[in-house]
């Protein structure tokens, strides 16, 4: 079956401008989660999307949001780009996960989207 | 919150055994992962430990302590292709079963 899928592969954009990255999740897959990575940082979670409400986020501001469809295909925007911003966006699907753990519900990733902010 | 710490780079020679560690902190753990990640790559899945011990697929392998809050990935026979970070990931259930990433351990693999 497919794997998870993000467009677009690479982007440049101006300080001060917005994007919108894309996330196509594996069929079936409910839950769609976003990084960003960065060679100084690692990976850091920015949040998670379940059944189209927003279930976990991380510790960046507001200029950072997502959304989720009915077809569980993702949308993270990132507004007002600072030169910081610069990093690969990673989107990763899984199975939903509640209650205690008792199978392996690995996180599947895209390619990333490499967003370069001049 | 969470902390994982994980070495920052590590070098092996072909054919070797390596064993990278990872430590953490966590309210409410709920199962380990280690993903690898080849420069320009998506991370890829290698690993699951949710139970105390040890699980073996193939060349590597990973140990859990829940106790110590410890784990480590044990990669035997190494070859070159394995020259990528080695990323170890919790999920907390307190944390709406959110996963966290350490910051990864770079492993170069000489001949």
């Known amino acids: 079956k497919a794997g998870v899928t993000q467009t677009p592969r690479y982007l440049i954009k101006t300080r001060g401008q917005q994007v919108t990255l894309s996330c196509s999740p594996i069929s079936g897959h409910r839950s769609v989660s976003w990084y960003q990575q960065t060679p100084g940082q690692g990976l850091q979670f920015l949040f998670e999307?379940?059944?189209?409400?927003?279930?976990n986020k991380g510790n960046f501001p507001g200029r950072f949001s997502g959304r989720q469809f009915s077809n569980s295909r993702s949308e993270m925007n990132v507004s007002t780009l600072e030169l910081g911003d610069s990093a690969l966006y990673l989107c990763?699907?899984?199975?939903?996960?509640?209650?205690?753990?008792?199978?392996?519900?690995?996180?599947?990733f895209g390619q990333g989207t490499r967003l370069t902010v001049v | 919150g969470q902390n994982i710490d994980q070495p920052t780079e590590m070098t092996a020679t072909e054919g070797a055994i390596v064993q990278i560690n990872c430590t953490y902190q966590t309210s409410g753990f709920n199962g380990l992962f280690w993903y690898q990640q080849h420069a320009g790559e998506a991370p890829t899945f290698l690993s699951y430990n949710v139970l105390d011990g040890l699980e073996e697929k193939g060349r590597f392998s990973s140990f859990l302590s829940r106790s110590k809050g410890y784990s480590y990935l044990l990669l035997k026979e190494l070859q070159m292709k394995d020259s990528a970070s080695y990323l170890c990931a919790v999920r907390d259930r307190n944390a709406g079963n959110m996963l966290t990433f350490g910051g990864g351990t770079r492993l170069m693999v000489k001949p």
């Open positions: 999307y379940f059944s189209e409400t927003q279930r």
């Open positions: 990763a699907s899984s199975l939903p996960l509640s209650g205690v753990a008792t199978m392996n519900t690995e996180a599947f």
